[in-house]
């Protein structure tokens, strides 16, 4: 398949139409037709119907437009590590991370790269875990630094993932809560707090969720204490949610890298044993470039 006919076809799924396409290409009308019918040729199937007085994607259109994305993507991202030699003297790597590891573990990786390969410059993107894989896919980012829960694992198709970190989970609430049944130890947070055996003493209380698959890890730890919370608020800023458990308006479920990154002296926290998600770095392929490598091992590094 012809990249230019496969850029065609991702600008008119982008746009919405064949003249919206070939306005934002800068080419004649006719030239898009002639390319989208060129393709509909190679890949033998019909790409493009009849609706209305414009056309759209067939279900075959849309499957091919999102992976002419990515491959649209790679290729370019393939320019970049050949313009820069695959050298690490030279270049530009991408880093796409959710907030608390940028906060925690992405500027010592920053100031290393900084130090040891002076030429390559770092590129940084907040983003969720989905965002950040999508950003990968399309070759919008050569690393994504993502989380999974065993209830929400990450789509790994075509992805190459190393383990950063096992990052321990942690119960959220007011100071001067009275504690729930607890065991002797102490967690790995700030300032943590004894071990808390069973989350069921919170049957009643009211809970602060994160983000989509962060509240479908607290519904489902709390499923198997034996009752289903009660969310009351959901935010996935986590200084925010220590404001309001602090505040006493409810509880929450926190990860160490967001009480590493802040922790409000107004709340306690509580290590849940054996709970934990797992931070990966994630490239594209089996074979990432050199700065991408290097990105991955500082991480690993940053985490140890």
Known sequence: MDLTRLRVLAAVAREGSVTA???????????????????????????????????????????????????????????????????????????????????????????????????????????????????????????????????????MEGLRAVPVLAEELFLVRAADDAAPTGGGGGGSAPGADPVLDDLAPLAEAAWIAGCERCRADLVGRCERAGFTPRVAFETDDYVAVQSLVAAGVGVSLLPALALRAHRDPRVRTDALPGAARRVLAVTYGERPSPGAAAVVDGLVRAAG
């Open 21 to 155: 396409a070939a306005r934002s290409l800068h080419y004649a009308q006719p030239s898009v037709s002639h390319h989208l019918a060129r393709l509909e040729a190679e890949v033998g199937v019909p790409l493009l119907e009849r609706h209305g007085r414009g056309v759209r994607l067939t279900a075959a259109g849309r499957l091919l437009a999102a992976r002419a994305e990515e491959i649209l993507g790679r290729v370019g991202a393939a320019r970049d590590e050949l313009d820069a030699l695959v050298s690490l003297s030279a270049g530009r790597v991408r880093l796409a991370a959710f907030p608390s590891a940028l906060a925690t573990l992405v500027p010592d990786v920053v100031a290393r790269l900084a130090r040891d390969h002076p030429g390559l410059g770092v590129g940084l993107v907040e983003a969720e875990p989905p965002e950040a894989l999508d950003a990968l896919r399309r070759g919008a980012a050569d690393v994504a630094l993502v989380f999974e829960h065993d209830r929400s694992p990450v789509d």
